[in-house]
């Protein structure tokens, strides 16, 4: 292909003869550095660091070495192997593998085969090296001159800005303008692929059934979930849909693969070594299916995903794959939640004396759906980190997208919380209507008028949350609806306000230190 660059335009039949003379000069010298194996049986563990809703699907092409994640590549071949020592190449190996954590074992004999050195070669031969590996050597070049093609040959000189040839009189010819190539051979050490060279050890020469592992850059997954909500905030249903997105930019393509996904924080060592395969309880995920998808089991503290087909994972592409039958008419929450309040510090040095400080506030209004991942509510299934995508139908029956977060690797029997965005027909504010300090005695007393409006045509119940940030120590004094404790420095008071109508919550706090 390179070869043929900088083809000019010429008449059919002669660009085909040329092309032809070409791909034979340069295929058979390729020919003779491909290694003797049998077509390979791939089986991929493929492991991910990506932060969900980390990569973008359309910026992949930018994160080459940069992204997250790597795979562990089972590769199970028919090798002919000498008796005793001798060389044995293995090609076809991604161009981002470790070559530190190859391993290779004959399950034809594996206690009489054994390597004992190891050589990965990446000097890929393409058309910058091929020149300079002849310069002083003989080659043939094809100029197009109108519709004939003129073969000049020579010695090559250089090959900077042009060639410089001199032909067998003596006479130096510089060519800026060339439609071909023909180089009789393959320079000794330009290879076409990544290859691993061993040194084997072999008590049995002929085929051997072997397998090599090795681990890779350049591959990575992650997950999608997609949720139609249904009902309204007084019945609410969603399904479930769970996709997996696998990226292969390892340099290397894996046909007729077995798929395997990790999911949780596995730690890496630099350098470290591939590894080894653990018993594990299986536990199937879902019902089989006429297309069997994913089945999870427990790996050591983490979980494993394997796909139960085949599939090809083809070099710099993208794959989605189901990860679980959709769930149907789970049972869900929707909530609304106003925030007027700055947040609490995560110590103190000392009380928030400042008088102003939060003291006026207009508060926003997240809107947030909430939903138990148990077995009685249609999942119960570990979920992978991904992001969220929730979609509703509007009154036309078409599906919108209404919002999307981030959820962390979720075990079974937990409740996860979605905030889909704030409220447009739900607005307040906030306000200091009372403050004393009392510095001898060591105590501020605040009083706080909360004002929420609802502008829906309907009712809606909204939560007030607040933050109670002056000081560790704290006590509610005083207020007109009651108060309840999430935690240390958070309250809530929840108010269920009728269409177009308003709520005051007016409550007083004491802190003491």
Known sequence: EWCRRRWTLAPQRTENRTMRRSLITIGVALAMSTATASSPDFSLTVYSSAAPGQISAEQLVNFGLHLPGYALVRDRRMLQLPNGTGEVRFSDV???????????????????????????QFDLVDGQKLLSRYIGETVSVDQVRGDQVETVTGKLLSATNGLILMQPNGEVQTLSHYANIAFPSLPGGL????????????????????QVSYQTQGMTW?????VILKGDANDCSMDLAAWVTVVNQSGASYPNAQ????????????????????????????????????????LF??????????TELPNNSTKQLELFPSAVAMKCKRELVFTASPQPYGFWGAPISDQGYGATNSGVVGAWLEFDNKQANGLGLPLPAGRVRVNQASKDGSLEFIGEDVIKHTPRNETLRIKLGEAFDVVGERKQV?????????????????????????????????????WSSWAITAENVKHDKRDANTVDFVVNIPADGEQKIRYSVRYTW
């Open 434 to 470: 009372d403050y004393k300090i009392d510095t001898s005695g060591k105590r501020i007393d605040e009083t706080f008028e909360i004002s929420v409006r609802n502008r829906k045509k309907q009712a809606a119940t909204i939560r007030v949350r607040e933050y109670l940030y002056r």
């Open 222 to 226: 992650w997950s999608d979930y997609n």
């Open 191 to 210: 290879i076409t692929k990544p290859t691993l060279v061993w040194l084997v050890d072999a008590r049995r020469g002929g085929e051997h059934d072997a």
């Open 259 to 298: 798929l395997k996904l990790v999911a949780g924080e596995v730690n890496r060592a630099p350098a470290a070594p591939a590894p080894m395969a653990l018993g594990m309880a299986k536990r199937t995920m879902v019902a089989e299916s006429t297309a069997p998808g994913f089945e999870e089991s427990e």
């Open 94 to 120: 991604a161009t981002r593998i470790d070559p530190t954590t190859v391993s290779f074992a004959s399950i034809t004999d594996p206690d009489g085969t054994r390597v004992v050195e190891q050589n990965y």
């Open 301 to 310: 503290e983490y979980h494993l995903y394997t796909l139960g087909r085949r």
